[in-house]
């Protein structure tokens, strides 16, 4: 079974995704985010400063490095999210602007300043939403979508506010409803998430949910949230420890 983890940021897909593939013994796959390319796609940029063809490069080395790790593992893996988060958070930015601190007459005032560049964008967003969604329908068998459930915590690196966030989330649940792909909400902690989609799915266990999710926040903490992202004397990662009492 083909399963991919999906949500808007912030939602635990990560910790999600590997505490399943360790209660099941399923493979999970985890494309780079944004922020993990930037520093060598660009070095010494950080993400809200990149403008559209730049954030268009990254999330097209995101997609194929997904691809790439999802054709590896054949009809069986967990994928910590999926291209439509990708395409989301782009078209997000159309409305609410690159930078999330963004006044709305500031967004008016450089779509009329760079009108041609904005047109250009949303024609290469529109192509790029198109073949995600095609993509989706036809490589995953189910989609767990994990709902906004707790208030947004900044972390100093992402481009991204509570109402990117929220704006995201409804983008990305119209879209379901656009798709040939089996659906299926969870929500609740983390070791509710985990029964919930086991039962669903009809997934068998090879170890205890507890170990699954120690050994899931293991790999977050010392994989994940360790990587050095961007550059620059920032705080990294503070929000973890505000999530660490939710997952």
Same mark, same amino acid.
């Given at each position: 079974?083909?399963?991919?983890? %999906?949500?808007?940021?912030?939602?635990?897909?990560?910790?999600?995704?590997?505490?399943?593939?360790?209660?099941? $013994?399923?493979?999970?796959?985890?494309?780079?985010?944004?922020?993990?390319?930037?520093?060598?796609?660009?070095? $010494?940029?950080? =993400?809200?400063? &990149?403008?559209?063809?730049?954030?268009?490069?990254? $999330?097209?080395? #995101?997609? %194929?490095? #997904?691809?790439?790790?999802?054709?590896?593992? $054949?009809?069986?893996?967990?994928? /910590?999210?999926?291209? =439509?988060?990708?395409?989301?958070? %782009?078209?997000?930015?159309?409305?609410?602007?690159?930078?999330? !601190?963004?006044?709305?007459?500031?967004?008016?005032?450089?779509?009329?300043?760079?009108?041609?560049?904005? #047109?250009?964008?949303?024609? &290469?967003?529109?192509?790029?939403?198109?073949?995600?969604?095609?993509?989706? +329908?036809?490589?995953? /068998?189910?989609?767990?979508?994990?709902? @906004?459930?707790?208030?947004?915590?900044?972390?100093?690196?992402?481009?991204? !506010?509570?109402?990117?966030?929220? +704006?995201?989330?409804?983008?990305?649940?119209?879209?379901?409803?656009?798709?040939?792909?089996?659906?299926?909400? @969870?929500?609740? %902690?983390?070791?509710?998430?985990?029964?919930? *989609?086991?039962?669903? =799915?009809?997934?068998?266990?090879?170890?205890?949910?507890?170990?699954?999710?120690?050994?899931?926040?293991? *790999?977050?903490?010392?994989?994940? /949230?360790?990587?050095?992202? +961007?550059?620059?004397?920032?705080?990294?990662? /503070?929000?973890?420890?505000? !999530?660490?009492?939710?997952?």
């Amino acid at each position: 079974m083909r399963i991919a983890i %999906s949500g808007t940021y912030s939602t635990g897909k990560t910790t999600t995704a590997l505490a399943l593939s360790f209660l099941t $013994g399923i493979a999970t796959t985890h494309a780079r985010t944004m922020r993990e390319i930037l520093p060598t796609t660009f070095p $010494g940029k950080r =993400l809200e400063k &990149c403008n559209f063809h730049e954030l268009m490069e990254l $999330g097209m080395r #995101r997609l %194929s490095e #997904r691809i790439i790790a999802e054709q590896a593992l $054949g009809n069986e893996f967990i994928s /910590d999210g999926c291209p =439509l988060q990708e395409w989301i958070y %782009s078209t997000t930015r159309m409305k609410t602007g690159l930078n999330p !601190s963004e006044k709305p007459w500031k967004i008016k005032l450089h779509k009329k300043m760079f009108s041609p560049e904005w #047109r250009v964008f949303e024609n &290469c967003i529109s192509a790029y939403g198109n073949s995600v969604k095609k993509y989706t +329908e036809n490589h995953y /068998d189910v989609i767990i979508h994990l709902p @906004v459930e707790f208030p947004f915590v900044a972390d100093g690196h992402r481009p991204t !506010s509570e109402i990117y966030r929220t +704006e995201s989330e409804k983008l990305l649940c119209v879209t379901y409803n656009e798709l040939n792909t089996k659906l299926i909400e @969870v929500r609740g %902690s983390l070791e509710q998430r985990l029964v919930r *989609i086991v039962k669903a =799915l009809n997934l068998n266990m090879v170890t205890t949910i507890e170990d699954a999710i120690s050994n899931a926040q293991a *790999i977050r903490t010392n994989k994940f /949230d360790a990587v050095k992202l +961007e550059t620059g004397n920032y705080k990294v990662f /503070d929000f973890i420890k505000q !999530s660490a009492a939710i997952y």
